[in-house]
């Protein structure tokens, strides 16, 4: 499976951008699809994460700023984020995962970058 993520850039501090991944492939096993980030310097860290049936995670940090969707039928996962700060300046990373059969895939990144 490859995924293909899209919409990052540059924003001002109180924007919004919305990230686009998609999977190469119709999935049907149970998976979770998600996106991860990496600042500098930093470990690369969850941000959001939805699986088939729809249930959610999301980091402290981006509650009530980021919304994590997918459409299972074109095996696609979103993340809109809103109220962007300096902080959500990262390589966003898009992620499948397959938990029973303890596989994982990445996409290639996309760059947010949230600056004045």
């Known amino acids: 499976v490859q995924l293909q993520a899209s919409g990052g850039g540059r924003v001002q501090p109180g924007g919004s951008l919305r990230l686009s991944c998609a999977a190469s492939?119709?999935?049907?096993?149970?998976?979770?699809m998600g996106w991860y980030r990496q600042a500098p310097g930093q470990q690369r860290e969850l941000v959001a994460r939805?699986?088939?049936?729809?249930?959610?995670n999301y980091a402290d940090s981006v509650k009530g700023r980021f919304i994590i969707s997918r459409d299972n039928a074109n095996n696609m996962v979103y993340l809109q984020m809103y109220g962007l700060e300096p902080e959500d300046t990262a390589v966003y990373y898009c992620?499948?995962?397959?938990?029973?059969?303890?596989?994982?895939?990445w996409g290639q990144g996309t760059l947010v970058t949230v600056s004045s």
């Open positions: 992620n499948l995962n397959f938990p029973r059969a303890g596989t994982n895939y």
């Open positions: 492939q119709i999935i049907f096993s149970t998976n979770v």
């Open positions: 939805i699986d088939n049936f729809g249930l959610i």
